[in-house]
């Protein structure tokens, strides 16, 4: 990494979202939206987490890690080679990494608007955070 890591949030409750976003300095506008009510779902807001994208910085998880040791991370439309880790990068399965879970999930983008694909990934994203979260 070339200077500290830029991610945003407090990271309150240790949650990491790693999103692939190079045209935004963290995520743009509707699916930070997005993000947000998916967060307030799981009574969560911004200063809970810590938002990183990759879209726009080389790193690794290791590195991230290193300075956001997270509980719980949630990678967005990001391949686990991008974040030089080997894990399968089967969607909304939950994988242990040490002391913390790590899931990979679709583009926030394929859950916008209202169309039988969205509401699928949706649906599917959130019967995972309920478990997650216990909610």
Do not use: R
Not at 116 to 124: D, F, I, L, R, S
């Amino acid at each position: 990494i070339v200077g500290p890591l830029k991610h945003l949030g407090d990271h309150h409750k240790k949650i990491l979202v790693i999103v692939n976003d190079p045209n935004s300095v963290y995520l743009n506008e509707t699916d930070f939206i997005l993000l947000t009510s998916i967060l307030n779902a799981c009574k969560l807001t911004i200063a809970d987490i810590a938002l990183v994208n990759i879209g726009n910085q080389e790193t690794s998880l290791h590195q991230i890690l290193e300075s956001l040791p997270s509980k719980i991370i949630m990678c967005f439309d990001v391949e686990s080679s991008e974040l030089k880790i080997k894990l399968p990068n089967t969607p909304y399965k939950v994988n242990e990494l040490g002391e913390s879970v790590l899931f990979f999930s679709k583009a926030l983008s394929t859950m916008q608007g209202t169309g039988v694909e969205a509401k699928q990934e949706k649906g599917t994203l959130w019967i995972l955070l309920k478990k997650l979260f216990a909610l």
